[in-house]
C-alpha cells in the first residue's frame, strides 16, 4: 500500500525512510496551527492530536485527487510539555534560548499526536504518544553557539536530540528515541496495519 506523509518536516521524512525504508510522497497541509488550541474540558495533551485531524482534513479538502486511492495518509504533530508550560517551534532567539536553559532542569516531555487514514475504506486510527527526555545543564555561551544553527527553530521545544552539539548534554531517554524526533516509530507502524484494507 501507498504512504502518503502529510507533512512539511525534513526530519519526519528522513524518519519514515530510516524506519520503513519505503517510497513515499509528502503533501504539507496549509493550516494555521496557532488557531488550534484545547477547549474547555481539554488538556495541552490533546493539543497534538487536535492538530494531526486538522492537518487531515485540510489535505483531504486541498487534495481531491487522492480520495479513493489505494494509500494510506498519515499525518502528525508534536509539542513538548516542560515543567507545565507548552512548547512550540521558538519564535525569538530569546524563546529558543530559555526553552535549551530549562531542560537542564527539567525533562521534555515529547508528546505526538499520529492519524492514518486508508483513502480507500476510509478506516481512520488516531493515537498520541509521549516519551521524555533529559538533559544535563547546558552553559550560557554553548547555548548561544547552538542557536547560530537555524535548525533549532524548526522543532518543537526548540531542540534536536541528535545534534552533535547537544551530544555532550543528552540525558536518559523514557521512551523511543524517534519519539523524541517527532515520529514515534512504533506507533506508525501499529496504525499502518490497524488500518490495512
Not at 78 to 85: D, F, L, S, T
Not at 117 to 141: H, M
Request: hydrophobic share 35%; with cysteine.
Amino acid at each position: 500500500m501507498k504512504i502518503i506523509l502529510g507533512t512539511s518536516s525534513k526530519w519526519r521524512r528522513q524518519l519514515f525512510v530510516q524506519a520503513f525504508g519505503e517510497p513515499f510522497q509528502a503533501l504539507s497541509a496549509d493550516i494555521d496551527e496557532k488557531k488550534i488550541r484545547p477547549g474547555p474540558g481539554e488538556t495541552i495533551y490533546q493539543l497534538p492530536l487536535m492538530i494531526a485531524e486538522a492537518k487531515l482534513s485540510a489535505l483531504l479538502e486541498q487534495n481531491p485527487q487522492i480520495h479513493g486511492l489505494d494509500a494510506t495518509l498519515l499525518t502528525f504533530d508534536q509539542v513538548i510539555i516542560c515543567n507545565g508550560e507548552l512548547r512550540e517551534k521558538p519564535e525569538t532567539k530569546e524563546e529558543a534560548f530559555r526553552y535549551l536553559k530549562s531542560y537542564g532542569e527539567h525533562p521534555a516531555e515529547c508528546v505526538n499526536g499520529v492519524v492514518a487514514y486508508n483513502l480507500q475504506t476510509k478506516a481512520l486510527k488516531k493515537e498520541l504518544d509521549i516519551s521524555k527526555q533529559y538533559f544535563l545543564p547546558i552553559p550560557d555561551s554553548h547555548i548561544e553557539k547552538l542557536l547560530e544553527d537555524p535548525d533549532f527553530f524548526t522543532c518543537a521545544g526548540g531542540f534536536i536530540v541528535d545534534h552533535v552539539g547537544l551530544k555532550d548534554y543528552v540525558g536518559k531517554t523514557e521512551g523511543e528515541i524517534e519519539s523524541v524526533q517527532g515520529f514515534p516509530k512504533s506507533l506508525v507502524s501499529k496504525l499502518l496495519q490497524d488500518v490495512k484494507s
